[in-house]
Protein backbone atom coordinates (compact mmCIF):
# COMPACT_ATOMS: atom_id res chain seq x y z
CA UNK A 1 0.00 0.00 0.00
CA UNK A 2 2.70 2.84 1.09
CA UNK A 3 4.84 1.07 -1.74
CA UNK A 4 2.81 1.33 -4.41
CA UNK A 5 1.55 4.78 -2.99
CA UNK A 6 4.40 5.97 -2.91
CA UNK A 7 5.65 4.71 -6.47
CA UNK A 8 2.78 6.52 -7.79
CA UNK A 9 4.12 9.90 -6.18
CA UNK A 10 6.92 9.48 -7.94
CA UNK A 11 5.31 8.47 -11.45
CA UNK A 12 3.00 11.65 -11.03
CA UNK A 13 5.93 13.68 -10.50
CA UNK A 14 7.85 12.12 -13.57
CA UNK A 15 4.63 12.89 -15.41
CA UNK A 16 4.22 16.73 -14.38
CA UNK A 17 7.81 16.53 -15.74
CA UNK A 18 7.34 15.39 -18.58
CA UNK A 19 4.64 17.88 -19.99
CA UNK A 20 6.21 20.78 -18.19
CA UNK A 21 9.22 20.54 -20.32
CA UNK A 22 8.48 22.96 -23.49
CA UNK A 23 10.46 20.24 -25.56
CA UNK A 24 7.66 17.86 -25.27
CA UNK A 25 5.33 20.38 -27.61
CA UNK A 26 7.27 19.95 -30.24
CA UNK A 27 7.24 16.21 -30.57
CA UNK A 28 4.67 14.62 -32.11
CA UNK A 29 2.41 12.04 -29.40
CA UNK A 30 1.39 8.85 -30.06
CA UNK A 31 -2.06 8.88 -28.43
CA UNK A 32 -1.81 7.40 -25.25
CA UNK A 33 0.69 9.86 -24.18
CA UNK A 34 -1.74 12.79 -25.40
CA UNK A 35 -4.56 10.89 -23.24
CA UNK A 36 -1.86 10.46 -20.21
CA UNK A 37 -0.58 14.92 -21.03
CA UNK A 38 -4.87 15.36 -20.83
CA UNK A 39 -5.66 13.93 -17.21
CA UNK A 40 -2.11 15.92 -16.42
CA UNK A 41 -3.35 18.83 -17.57
CA UNK A 42 -6.65 18.11 -15.34
CA UNK A 43 -4.72 17.41 -12.13
CA UNK A 44 -2.66 20.58 -12.94
CA UNK A 45 -4.70 22.72 -13.17
CA UNK A 46 -8.21 21.40 -11.53
CA UNK A 47 -9.85 25.00 -11.04
CA UNK A 48 -9.55 25.60 -15.15
CA UNK A 49 -9.59 22.00 -16.94
CA UNK A 50 -11.81 19.82 -16.89
CA UNK A 51 -12.01 16.59 -19.37
CA UNK A 52 -15.91 15.69 -20.53
CA UNK A 53 -16.52 12.79 -22.14
CA UNK A 54 -18.73 13.18 -25.02
CA UNK A 55 -19.00 10.09 -27.69
CA UNK A 56 -17.11 7.00 -28.40
CA UNK A 57 -15.42 6.36 -31.61
CA UNK A 58 -16.29 2.89 -34.06
CA UNK A 59 -13.61 0.68 -31.92
CA UNK A 60 -15.60 2.38 -28.69
CA UNK A 61 -12.40 4.66 -27.66
CA UNK A 62 -14.14 7.60 -25.42
CA UNK A 63 -13.94 10.73 -27.18
CA UNK A 64 -12.86 13.36 -24.74
CA UNK A 65 -12.59 17.09 -24.97
CA UNK A 66 -11.15 19.36 -22.44
CA UNK A 67 -13.25 22.56 -21.13
CA UNK A 68 -10.59 25.24 -20.10
CA UNK A 69 -12.47 28.28 -18.54
CA UNK A 70 -12.49 30.58 -14.97
CA UNK A 71 -15.30 29.44 -13.20
CA UNK A 72 -17.94 32.84 -12.62
CA UNK A 73 -21.59 32.88 -11.79
CA UNK A 74 -22.57 34.35 -15.01
CA UNK A 75 -23.67 32.47 -17.95
CA UNK A 76 -20.61 32.05 -20.30
CA UNK A 77 -19.81 32.10 -24.28
CA UNK A 78 -17.62 29.41 -25.56
CA UNK A 79 -15.28 28.53 -27.90
CA UNK A 80 -14.33 25.04 -30.01
CA UNK A 81 -11.47 23.64 -31.24
CA UNK A 82 -10.82 20.26 -32.31
CA UNK A 83 -7.84 18.52 -34.09
CA UNK A 84 -7.12 15.34 -35.42
CA UNK A 85 -10.76 14.49 -37.19
CA UNK A 86 -8.31 13.06 -40.40
CA UNK A 87 -5.45 10.82 -39.05
CA UNK A 88 -2.64 11.69 -40.70
CA UNK A 89 -2.82 15.36 -39.84
CA UNK A 90 -0.29 14.71 -37.29
CA UNK A 91 0.88 18.38 -36.67
CA UNK A 92 -3.29 19.16 -35.82
CA UNK A 93 -2.96 17.34 -32.19
CA UNK A 94 0.08 18.80 -31.57
CA UNK A 95 -1.20 22.33 -32.44
CA UNK A 96 -3.63 21.49 -29.72
CA UNK A 97 -1.65 20.36 -26.91
CA UNK A 98 0.14 23.30 -27.82
CA UNK A 99 -2.80 26.01 -27.37
CA UNK A 100 -3.95 24.64 -24.48
CA UNK A 101 -0.32 24.94 -22.79
CA UNK A 102 -0.37 28.56 -24.23
CA UNK A 103 -3.57 29.52 -22.86
CA UNK A 104 -2.85 27.93 -19.43
CA UNK A 105 0.26 29.75 -19.11
CA UNK A 106 -1.36 33.13 -20.34
CA UNK A 107 -4.11 33.72 -18.33
CA UNK A 108 -2.33 34.50 -15.00
CA UNK A 109 -0.41 37.55 -16.39
CA UNK A 110 -2.50 38.42 -19.35
CA UNK A 111 -5.07 40.75 -18.66
CA UNK A 112 -6.87 39.68 -21.73
CA UNK A 113 -6.62 36.16 -21.98
CA UNK A 114 -7.76 36.10 -18.22
CA UNK A 115 -11.17 38.14 -19.17
CA UNK A 116 -10.95 36.14 -22.12
CA UNK A 117 -11.76 32.74 -19.66
CA UNK A 118 -13.80 34.77 -17.26
CA UNK A 119 -16.38 35.40 -19.95
CA UNK A 120 -15.75 31.93 -22.20
CA UNK A 121 -15.04 28.55 -21.94
CA UNK A 122 -12.71 26.92 -24.53
CA UNK A 123 -13.65 23.38 -25.46
CA UNK A 124 -10.84 22.03 -26.80
CA UNK A 125 -10.87 17.96 -28.66
CA UNK A 126 -7.08 17.16 -28.82
CA UNK A 127 -7.20 14.00 -31.21
CA UNK A 128 -11.14 13.71 -32.80
CA UNK A 129 -10.48 10.56 -35.26
CA UNK A 130 -8.77 8.28 -32.71
CA UNK A 131 -8.85 5.33 -34.05
CA UNK A 132 -7.83 6.71 -37.23
CA UNK A 133 -5.11 8.46 -35.47
CA UNK A 134 -4.15 5.25 -33.30
CA UNK A 135 -3.88 3.67 -36.92
CA UNK A 136 -1.36 5.98 -38.32
CA UNK A 137 0.73 5.58 -35.86
CA UNK A 138 1.06 2.06 -36.71
CA UNK A 139 3.61 1.37 -38.85
CA UNK A 140 5.10 2.88 -42.11
CA UNK A 141 2.03 1.54 -44.25
CA UNK A 142 -0.68 2.62 -42.46
CA UNK A 143 1.04 7.06 -41.87
CA UNK A 144 -0.74 8.43 -44.28
CA UNK A 145 -4.52 7.35 -43.18
CA UNK A 146 -7.12 9.67 -43.07
CA UNK A 147 -10.58 8.47 -42.43
CA UNK A 148 -12.41 6.78 -39.31
CA UNK A 149 -12.03 3.07 -39.22
CA UNK A 150 -15.32 1.90 -39.51
CA UNK A 151 -16.16 -1.01 -41.77
CA UNK A 152 -17.61 0.00 -45.13
CA UNK A 153 -20.66 -1.74 -46.57
CA UNK A 154 -18.98 -4.07 -48.93
CA UNK A 155 -15.51 -6.24 -47.67
CA UNK A 156 -12.13 -5.17 -47.81
CA UNK A 157 -13.16 -1.18 -47.70
CA UNK A 158 -12.04 0.35 -44.11
CA UNK A 159 -13.25 4.05 -43.02
CA UNK A 160 -15.58 7.13 -43.89
CA UNK A 161 -14.43 10.74 -43.94
CA UNK A 162 -15.26 11.96 -41.51
CA UNK A 163 -15.20 15.53 -42.76
CA UNK A 164 -17.82 14.35 -45.46
CA UNK A 165 -20.08 12.85 -43.17
CA UNK A 166 -22.02 16.26 -41.36
CA UNK A 167 -25.01 16.97 -42.14
CA UNK A 168 -24.65 19.74 -44.20
CA UNK A 169 -25.18 19.57 -47.81
CA UNK A 170 -24.17 15.87 -47.23
CA UNK A 171 -23.23 14.21 -50.52
CA UNK A 172 -23.52 17.16 -53.06
CA UNK A 173 -20.19 17.67 -54.13
CA UNK A 174 -16.52 16.78 -53.82
CA UNK A 175 -17.04 13.39 -52.17
CA UNK A 176 -17.38 9.57 -53.10
CA UNK A 177 -20.08 6.87 -52.66
CA UNK A 178 -16.88 4.49 -53.31
CA UNK A 179 -16.10 3.43 -49.44
CA UNK A 180 -12.45 2.98 -50.76
CA UNK A 181 -11.99 6.30 -51.29
CA UNK A 182 -10.31 8.92 -49.11
CA UNK A 183 -13.87 10.82 -49.45
CA UNK A 184 -16.09 8.20 -49.11
CA UNK A 185 -19.18 10.13 -47.08
CA UNK A 186 -20.62 7.35 -46.02
CA UNK A 187 -23.93 5.66 -45.95
CA UNK A 188 -25.80 8.55 -44.62
CA UNK A 189 -25.22 12.16 -42.82
CA UNK A 190 -24.00 11.20 -39.46
CA UNK A 191 -23.46 7.86 -39.78
CA UNK A 192 -20.59 7.61 -37.99
CA UNK A 193 -20.20 7.34 -33.98
CA UNK A 194 -17.43 10.32 -34.07
CA UNK A 195 -19.44 12.85 -36.18
CA UNK A 196 -22.53 11.82 -34.24
CA UNK A 197 -20.59 12.66 -30.91
CA UNK A 198 -19.73 16.46 -32.55
CA UNK A 199 -23.36 16.69 -33.67
CA UNK A 200 -24.81 15.87 -30.07
CA UNK A 201 -22.90 17.56 -27.81
CA UNK A 202 -22.37 20.98 -30.05
CA UNK A 203 -25.63 20.49 -31.47
CA UNK A 204 -27.63 20.78 -27.97
CA UNK A 205 -26.01 23.87 -27.01
CA UNK A 206 -24.92 25.81 -30.25
CA UNK A 207 -26.06 29.59 -29.05
CA UNK A 208 -23.57 29.38 -26.43
CA UNK A 209 -20.59 29.41 -29.19
CA UNK A 210 -19.24 32.24 -30.79
CA UNK A 211 -16.35 30.30 -32.92
CA UNK A 212 -15.85 26.97 -34.23
CA UNK A 213 -12.42 26.22 -35.04
CA UNK A 214 -11.12 22.83 -36.74
CA UNK A 215 -7.60 22.33 -37.45
CA UNK A 216 -6.40 20.22 -40.29
CA UNK A 217 -3.11 20.35 -42.19
CA UNK A 218 -1.58 20.75 -45.13
CA UNK A 219 -2.21 23.91 -47.43
CA UNK A 220 -1.54 27.44 -45.20
CA UNK A 221 -5.51 28.20 -45.99
CA UNK A 222 -7.68 29.74 -43.40
CA UNK A 223 -11.12 28.44 -45.22
CA UNK A 224 -14.85 29.88 -44.30
CA UNK A 225 -18.13 28.45 -45.58
CA UNK A 226 -19.37 26.98 -47.64
CA UNK A 227 -17.53 24.02 -49.46
CA UNK A 228 -20.69 23.57 -51.79
CA UNK A 229 -20.16 26.72 -54.26
CA UNK A 230 -24.21 27.33 -54.39
CA UNK A 231 -24.13 28.25 -51.09
CA UNK A 232 -23.12 31.50 -48.87
CA UNK A 233 -22.57 32.54 -45.67
CA UNK A 234 -24.53 35.45 -44.49
CA UNK A 235 -22.02 36.81 -42.67
CA UNK A 236 -19.32 36.19 -45.54
CA UNK A 237 -17.78 39.70 -45.63
CA UNK A 238 -17.39 39.54 -41.73
CA UNK A 239 -15.73 35.89 -41.95
CA UNK A 240 -13.37 37.43 -44.89
CA UNK A 241 -12.66 40.12 -42.98
CA UNK A 242 -11.25 38.89 -39.72
CA UNK A 243 -9.78 35.49 -41.72
CA UNK A 244 -7.66 37.81 -43.38
CA UNK A 245 -6.83 39.67 -40.08
CA UNK A 246 -5.57 35.89 -38.97
CA UNK A 247 -3.70 35.40 -42.36
CA UNK A 248 -2.04 39.03 -41.31
CA UNK A 249 -1.25 38.03 -37.53
CA UNK A 250 0.31 34.64 -38.89
CA UNK A 251 2.34 36.59 -41.65
CA UNK A 252 4.11 38.49 -38.66
CA UNK A 253 5.27 35.78 -36.98
CA UNK A 254 7.06 33.65 -39.09
CA UNK A 255 6.61 35.03 -42.42
CA UNK A 256 4.09 32.14 -43.47
CA UNK A 257 1.71 33.62 -45.85
CA UNK A 258 -1.88 31.84 -45.23
CA UNK A 259 -4.70 32.19 -47.87
CA UNK A 260 -8.50 33.10 -47.15
CA UNK A 261 -11.35 31.98 -48.77
CA UNK A 262 -14.06 29.72 -49.31
CA UNK A 263 -13.48 25.99 -50.01
CA UNK A 264 -14.16 26.17 -53.68
CA UNK A 265 -12.56 29.60 -54.14
CA UNK A 266 -9.34 28.70 -53.08
CA UNK A 267 -8.67 24.74 -52.54
CA UNK A 268 -11.99 22.35 -53.91
CA UNK A 269 -15.35 21.75 -53.29
CA UNK A 270 -16.74 19.88 -51.01
CA UNK A 271 -19.64 18.66 -48.77
CA UNK A 272 -20.73 17.36 -45.30
CA UNK A 273 -18.03 19.42 -43.77
CA UNK A 274 -18.06 20.25 -39.82
CA UNK A 275 -17.50 24.12 -40.45
CA UNK A 276 -19.98 23.84 -42.37
CA UNK A 277 -22.65 22.30 -40.21
CA UNK A 278 -21.37 24.45 -37.39
CA UNK A 279 -21.99 27.45 -39.18
CA UNK A 280 -25.63 25.79 -40.17
CA UNK A 281 -26.55 25.92 -36.40
CA UNK A 282 -25.27 29.45 -36.03
CA UNK A 283 -22.03 29.36 -35.04
CA UNK A 284 -21.02 32.74 -36.40
CA UNK A 285 -17.41 32.68 -36.39
CA UNK A 286 -16.55 29.04 -37.76
CA UNK A 287 -13.25 28.27 -39.92
CA UNK A 288 -10.95 25.51 -40.85
CA UNK A 289 -7.20 25.80 -40.04
CA UNK A 290 -5.00 24.34 -42.88
CA UNK A 291 -1.57 24.16 -41.08
CA UNK A 292 1.84 23.93 -42.75
CA UNK A 293 3.30 23.47 -45.02
CA UNK A 294 2.52 24.24 -48.54
CA UNK A 295 3.41 20.56 -50.16
CA UNK A 296 7.49 19.89 -49.38
CA UNK A 297 7.00 17.50 -46.51
CA UNK A 298 2.99 17.78 -46.53
CA UNK A 299 1.20 15.27 -44.08
CA UNK A 300 4.96 14.53 -42.83
CA UNK A 301 5.72 17.81 -41.61
CA UNK A 302 9.46 17.92 -39.34
CA UNK A 303 8.75 18.11 -36.25
CA UNK A 304 11.73 20.87 -36.18
CA UNK A 305 8.51 22.92 -37.66
CA UNK A 306 6.17 22.00 -35.00
CA UNK A 307 7.32 25.26 -32.91
CA UNK A 308 6.82 27.92 -35.70
CA UNK A 309 3.61 26.10 -37.04
CA UNK A 310 2.11 26.04 -33.56
CA UNK A 311 3.25 29.53 -32.98
CA UNK A 312 2.04 31.40 -36.07
CA UNK A 313 -1.03 29.35 -35.69
CA UNK A 314 -1.98 30.33 -32.04
CA UNK A 315 -1.18 34.08 -33.41
CA UNK A 316 -4.12 33.89 -36.01
CA UNK A 317 -6.41 31.65 -33.51
CA UNK A 318 -5.97 34.32 -31.68
CA UNK A 319 -7.35 36.81 -33.92
CA UNK A 320 -10.04 35.15 -34.43
CA UNK A 321 -11.32 34.38 -30.94
CA UNK A 322 -10.52 37.90 -30.05
CA UNK A 323 -12.74 39.23 -31.90
CA UNK A 324 -15.47 36.89 -31.28
CA UNK A 325 -15.21 37.74 -28.13
CA UNK A 326 -14.80 41.42 -28.26
CA UNK A 327 -17.61 41.73 -30.39
CA UNK A 328 -20.42 39.57 -27.80
CA UNK A 329 -18.90 41.50 -24.43
CA UNK A 330 -17.40 44.92 -25.96
CA UNK A 331 -21.12 46.48 -24.89
CA UNK A 332 -20.56 45.52 -21.42
CA UNK A 333 -17.24 46.41 -21.30
CA UNK A 334 -18.22 49.59 -22.83
CA UNK A 335 -20.86 49.69 -19.83
CA UNK A 336 -18.79 49.08 -17.51
CA UNK A 337 -16.37 51.92 -19.07
CA UNK A 338 -19.62 54.36 -18.64
CA UNK A 339 -20.11 53.37 -15.00
CA UNK A 340 -16.05 53.78 -14.18
CA UNK A 341 -16.11 57.68 -16.29
CA UNK A 342 -19.60 58.80 -14.12
CA UNK A 343 -17.93 57.61 -11.15
CA UNK A 344 -14.37 59.14 -11.57
CA UNK A 345 -16.39 62.50 -13.23
CA UNK A 346 -18.54 62.30 -9.91
CA UNK A 347 -15.41 61.85 -7.60
CA UNK A 348 -13.73 64.83 -9.88
CA UNK A 349 -16.69 67.35 -9.51
CA UNK A 350 -16.64 66.49 -5.76
CA UNK A 351 -13.00 67.52 -5.50
CA UNK A 352 -13.40 70.70 -7.10
CA UNK A 353 -16.24 71.69 -4.87
CA UNK A 354 -13.26 70.80 -1.78
C1 LIG B 1 -13.06 2.60 -55.62
O1 LIG B 1 -11.90 3.30 -55.21
C2 LIG B 1 -10.72 2.49 -55.27
C3 LIG B 1 -9.59 3.32 -54.63
O2 LIG B 1 -9.54 4.60 -55.17
C4 LIG B 1 -10.47 2.11 -56.69
O3 LIG B 1 -9.31 1.29 -56.77
C5 LIG B 1 -11.69 1.33 -57.24
O4 LIG B 1 -11.51 1.05 -58.61
C6 LIG B 1 -12.95 2.14 -57.05
N1 LIG B 1 -14.11 1.35 -57.40
C7 LIG B 1 -15.02 1.79 -58.22
C8 LIG B 1 -16.18 0.86 -58.46
O5 LIG B 1 -14.96 2.87 -58.80
C1 LIG C 1 -25.82 24.25 -57.78
O1 LIG C 1 -27.17 24.45 -58.18
C2 LIG C 1 -27.43 24.05 -59.52
C3 LIG C 1 -28.86 24.48 -59.84
O2 LIG C 1 -29.77 23.93 -58.91
C4 LIG C 1 -27.23 22.57 -59.66
O3 LIG C 1 -27.44 22.15 -60.97
C5 LIG C 1 -25.77 22.24 -59.27
O4 LIG C 1 -25.58 20.84 -59.28
C6 LIG C 1 -25.47 22.77 -57.88
N1 LIG C 1 -24.05 22.59 -57.60
C7 LIG C 1 -23.62 21.98 -56.50
C8 LIG C 1 -22.13 21.90 -56.37
O5 LIG C 1 -24.34 21.52 -55.64
C1 LIG D 1 5.68 27.67 -49.95
O1 LIG D 1 6.12 28.50 -48.88
C2 LIG D 1 7.47 28.85 -48.95
C3 LIG D 1 7.83 29.58 -47.68
O2 LIG D 1 6.89 30.58 -47.35
C4 LIG D 1 7.68 29.69 -50.22
O3 LIG D 1 9.03 30.05 -50.32
C5 LIG D 1 7.25 28.89 -51.43
O4 LIG D 1 7.31 29.70 -52.58
C6 LIG D 1 5.84 28.39 -51.29
N1 LIG D 1 5.51 27.45 -52.35
C7 LIG D 1 4.34 27.43 -52.94
C8 LIG D 1 4.15 26.37 -53.95
O5 LIG D 1 3.44 28.22 -52.66
C1 LIG E 1 0.63 35.41 -50.56
O1 LIG E 1 0.01 34.61 -51.56
C2 LIG E 1 -0.81 35.32 -52.42
C3 LIG E 1 -1.46 34.34 -53.37
O2 LIG E 1 -1.77 33.14 -52.75
C4 LIG E 1 0.02 36.34 -53.16
O3 LIG E 1 -0.84 37.10 -53.98
C5 LIG E 1 0.72 37.27 -52.17
O4 LIG E 1 1.57 38.14 -52.86
C6 LIG E 1 1.52 36.45 -51.18
N1 LIG E 1 2.06 37.36 -50.16
C7 LIG E 1 3.26 37.21 -49.62
C8 LIG E 1 3.63 38.22 -48.55
O5 LIG E 1 4.02 36.32 -49.93
ZN1 LIG F 1 -7.84 17.40 -43.10
Given at each position: ?L????????L?????????R??Y?Y?????E?I?R???QMQ????DV??????????EKRT????K????TD??KKA???D????AR??I???F???????ILQT?????K??L?M????F??T??????G??????D?T?????????P????G????????????N??????S?NCS?????G?????EP????????????A???LCF?T??????L?L?PY???NFT??N?????EVGR?A???I??????N?????S?D????N?G???DWA?Q????LT??F?LR??????F?????Q??P?C???Y??AL?II?????K?F?G??AAT????????A???AK??L?
Amino acid sequence: MLISGGLGFVLLLAAAATSERLDYYYKYHPMEEISRWMSQMQTDHPDVVTLVDYGQTYEKRTISLMKIGLKTDAKKKAVWMDCGIHAREWIAPAFCQYFVKEILQTYKTDPKMELMMKNMDFYVTPVLNIDGYIYSWKDATTRLWRKNRSPGPSAGCYGVDLNRNFDANWATVGVSSNCSSEIYCGTRPISEPEAQAVTYFLGSRAEDFLCFLTIHSYGQLLLVPYGNPNFTAPNYDELMEVGRGAAAAILKVHGRNYTVGTSPDVLYANSGSSRDWARQQGIPLTYTFELRDNGTFGFKLPEDQIQPTCEEAYSGALHIISYAHDKAFNGAAAATATVWSVLLALGTAKATLL
